[in-house]
């Protein structure tokens, strides 16, 4: 009895991402500066690409690895950085009609800016792909909390 109950729970506790999308989906979001940001996974086990635009070319991408415990009750994500340990996050959904709508990641934005500005040092581990700003702020790699579901990749 147990070893079928085992595999119905797993599959009724699995949390949706994006199933309908063969290549992966994108999530959109606006930082405060109005620069696009977007988000682009393909799965629970596969790496999130965070990447910030302006002027529709790209300014920086993180690689971010996801992971989920116990199925998928409790996920978090890990951003890496210039301290020996990744800043990890949890990883929270909002679901409409059984499909990932939002991505939200509470106080991502806001812990690595702490961070920042407790170690001028410490940095994210992003790939620039412009020009870094010698600006303290506009030369920091941060992905903004909430990611919006945009369309498939």
Request: glycine residues 6%; proline residues 5%.
């Amino acid at each position: 009895m147990i070893r079928y109950m085992l595999p119905a729970l797993l599959l009724l506790s699995a949390t949706a991402h994006a199933e309908e999308c063969a290549n992966g989906a994108l999530y959109e979001a606006e930082d405060t500066n109005g620069n696009l940001q977007m988000l682009k996974t393909s799965g629970p086990s596969d790496p999130f690409v965070l990447e910030k635009q302006a002027d529709g070319q790209a300014v920086w991408t993180i690689e971010a690895e996801q992971g989920c415990s116990n199925g998928n009750s409790a996920c978090w994500m890990q951003v890496m950085t210039t301290d020996e340990e990744p800043v990890d996050v949890p990883v929270e959904t909002i679901l409409e009609d059984g499909q990932v709508k939002y991505y939200v990641f509470a106080h991502l934005r806001q812990t690595l800016a702490s961070m920042k500005m407790n170690d001028e040092q410490f940095d994210t581990v992003a790939d620039w792909h412009m020009a870094r700003p010698d600006d303290f702020i506009a030369g920091m790699a941060l992905p903004v909390n909430v990611y919006k579901f945009k369309s498939c990749r």
